[in-house]
């Protein structure tokens, strides 16, 4: 099993930043990618931005250019910077790691920080 603990999430104007932190332990080893989705009040679980151990990174096409997604292998921690936040972007963040052990792929999410963003 894999914990993920979850911070940063908070109340910001829009234009501000946050950073939000996910640090996980337990099984962590075989670790693929760690990242971020969100849930805002009435709509689907969408991707937000991922990070694979190799560093190589994705992105929500609406997220692109203000937010980013980091990655310590050392401390199995990841990182999202969010810059130029618009209300938009309120929602409850998830952390979510994969990890593929075997060929066979697990997933765990994490308990989830609310981002409000509102003047």
């Known amino acids: 099993q894999v914990q993920l603990v979850e911070s940063g999430g908070g109340l910001v104007q829009p234009g501000g930043s946050l950073r939000l932190t996910c640090a996980a332990s337990?099984?962590?080893?075989?670790?693929?990618?760690m990242g971020w989705y969100r849930q805002a009040p009435g709509k689907q679980r969408e991707l937000v931005a991922a990070i694979t151990s190799g560093g190589r990174t994705n992105y929500a096409d609406s997220v692109k250019g203000r937010f980013t997604i980091s990655r310590d292998n050392a401390k199995n921690t990841v990182y999202l910077q969010m810059n130029g936040l618009k209300p938009e972007d309120t929602a409850v963040y998830y952390c979510?790691?994969?990890?593929?052990?075997?060929?066979?792929?697990?997933?765990?999410w994490g308990q989830g920080t609310q981002v409000t963003v509102s003047s």
């Open positions: 979510n790691v994969v990890r593929i052990v075997f060929s066979v792929e697990y997933e765990y």
């Open positions: 337990g099984s962590i080893f075989s670790i693929n990618s």
